[in-house]
């Protein structure tokens, strides 16, 4: 008897691309620009090698150019800031992503904070964090995955405003909470009892890290939920060994809630299409094109 409503990412994400491809295409016709992201990746974790190719392709895909670096896991911090100096100084980039995360040897913050606010698309330079946690301030960029999160609440007309919303997880990522005027509660791993504060939620947001973590007595029913998670768990049936899972038990959430993102498929591909978004705000916003 599911009866929640799928909530389609991949659809939705689909649909904003499109239109970004045309706005991509009116700035180029209009004033000659093309928006460019630059994409630095170190070292050769195979799951950050994915996603740099994924919005490498998403570029691509809307007339967006995409520059890459690619440098090597023993590169020093210096090396990385180089790259990060010349894309903030070339203006055919609007947009700069470090692919986090970095080598443990390199300093994350030193790097986060040497990316231009003017250019920072993944909205990861504290002084956007900050912005955006500040009553009454614009950030310049919103992170790709809370905005993604949001839209897709947009999109499937989800009211937000007066609601509860349970976030579980608190990292930089997406544990900042919309200025949407819903009622916030932030849920994280010293959190004691987090079903109790989960249960209350008319609208849950898990970014955890743990496959399957939101069971079914998790969730007040007719809730909507939004499953960031994306977990590898081994699976003798796929060819590659592993499937991907959210944090939420998709299989029980169907049940209960009234709508839930599918991993993969839901908050993944809005994240992307975020990212695209962001650097085409940047480039209209840098050459005033409205
Ligand atoms: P982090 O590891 O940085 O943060 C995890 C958060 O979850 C922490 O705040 C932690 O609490 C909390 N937590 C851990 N265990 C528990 C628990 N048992 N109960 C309650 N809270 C817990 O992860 P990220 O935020 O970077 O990523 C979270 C997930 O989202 C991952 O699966 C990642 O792959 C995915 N992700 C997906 C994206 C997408 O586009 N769909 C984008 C980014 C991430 P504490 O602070 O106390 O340690």
């Known amino acids: 008897d599911s009866s929640a409503k799928v909530i389609d990412g991949k659809a939705v994400a689909k649909q904003i691309r499109d239109e970004i491809t045309a706005e991509v295409s009116r700035m180029r016709e209009s004033i000659g620009v093309i928006p460019g992201l630059a994409v630095i990746l170190v ?3 195979k799951d950050s090698a994915t996603y740099v190719r994924n ?19 023993d590169s020093t911090e210096e090396e990385v800031l180089n790259y990060i ?12 992503l470090v692919q986090l995360p970095l080598p443990s040897h390199m300093n994350e913050q030193n790097i986060l904070n040497a990316v231009r606010i003017e250019k920072d698309v993944d909205g990861f330079h504290p002084l956007n964090i900050g912005r955006l946690a ?5 950030p310049l960029f919103v992170p790709c995955t809370p905005k993604g999160c949001i839209e897709l609440l947009h999109r499937y007309d ?28 932030v849920v994280h791993s010293r ?6 504060v989960t249960r209350q939620a008319d609208i849950i947001i898990a970014a955890v890290g743990q496959p399957n973590m939101v069971r079914e007595n998790w969730i007040k029913p007719g809730a909507v939920i939004i499953d960031v998670g994306i977990n590898p768990v081994e699976d003798p049936n796929s060819t590659r060994g592993y499937k991907l899972v959210g944090d939420v038990c998709y299989e029980e959430a169907i049940k209960v809630a009234s709508a839930v993102t599918p991993v993969p498929g839901g908050v993944g591909p809005m994240t992307i299409a975020m990212l695209l978004q962001n650097t085409l ?3 209209k916003r ?5």
């Open 85 to 96: 100096s010349g894309y903030n100084d070339d203006p055919s980039v609007h947009g700069i």
């Open 191 to 196: 959190t004691s009892n987090p079903e109790e």
């Open 286 to 290: 840098v050459h005033n094109f409205e």
């Open 281 to 283: 705000i940047s480039a």
């Open 134 to 138: 500040m009553r009454g301030r614009d």
């Open 55 to 73: 919005k490498k392709k998403a570029c691509e895909s809307v007339g967006i150019n995409s520059l890459e670096a690619n440098l090597p896991e």
């Open 158 to 185: 989800v009211s937000i405003k007066g609601k509860r919303a349970v976030v579980i997880g608190r990292s930089n990522i997406v544990g900042m909470p919309a200025r949407e005027d819903a009622t916030v509660s």
């Open 43 to 45: 070292g050769d974790r």
